[in-house]
């Protein structure tokens, strides 16, 4: 992985950062980046490997920072992450929800349902035959992922009457994609409560802003997108045709809007969802 470059640096020295989801591509260079400016930074992940692994890599840049296994639907763990980090670091001062993702049974096959389509058929999913357990793990994972880690972790800013969190919401929330209605859905969700939250801790202190990321090559996306030998899929195609750079984000370039919300230039931005999409929210078609 070549060296992380940030646009521009923000002094965030004494802080520490909790980023959720941080073993993943968009999470770990935005842990990248919160540690080059200065915080010490938990890494929080369902898988512990992945967590340490990025933060190996901040150490080997200079910085501080640890790996902690956490599941972001499950309260005790999260409160035993916590603890550590706290004994670790100290009090959270920088919450990222980073976690999230989709599930296949919150998906269907088809982009449009046609006459006829109500019959059932073999290997086809049409919305009526969306499992229900499939499209609540997808509003748990992204909406409850996000709320929980911040009942744990905010509760340090609130004692302390300041702090911030960033939530990472999705393009899908502003215009939902064709067959994920569950998660186009729940990052629906998330861009709300940010909203909903940044007036709520108003009062204390806490600034709550999220990120809407575009279209970005991922694990979880990758295989969607992309043929085995790089070319693009259909989907691949139809995406970068509808945003009008032309092209995928690199995760790099999330970071000029992070470290803004993050950084005291922004204090008195609060409840924002900015679009990171090349255009895309932008764009009508034609």
Known sequence: MPPLQLPFTINLSGKVAVVTGGGGILCSVMAEAIAAC?????ILDLKL???QAVADRIAAAGGTAKGYAGNV???PSLEAAHAEIRRDFGPCDILVNGAGGNHPKGTTSKEFFLPGDEA????VTSFFDLDPAGIRFVFDLNFLGTLLPTQVFAR???QRQGGQILNVSSMNAFRPLTKIPAYSAAKAAVSNFTQWLAVHFSKVN???NAIAPGFFLTDQNRALLTRA???PTPRGNTIVSHTPMG?????GELLGALLYLLSDGASFVTGQVVAVDGGFSAFSGV
């Open 38 to 42: 200065g915080a010490k930074v938990a």
């Open 73 to 75: 639907l499950d309260r």
């Open 206 to 208: 806490i600034r709550v």
């Open 156 to 158: 340090d800013m609130a």
């Open 229 to 231: 030998d790089g070319s």
């Open 49 to 51: 490997a992945a967590a």
């Open 247 to 251: 092209r995928y984000g690199e995760p």
């Open 120 to 123: 059932a058929q073999e290997g």
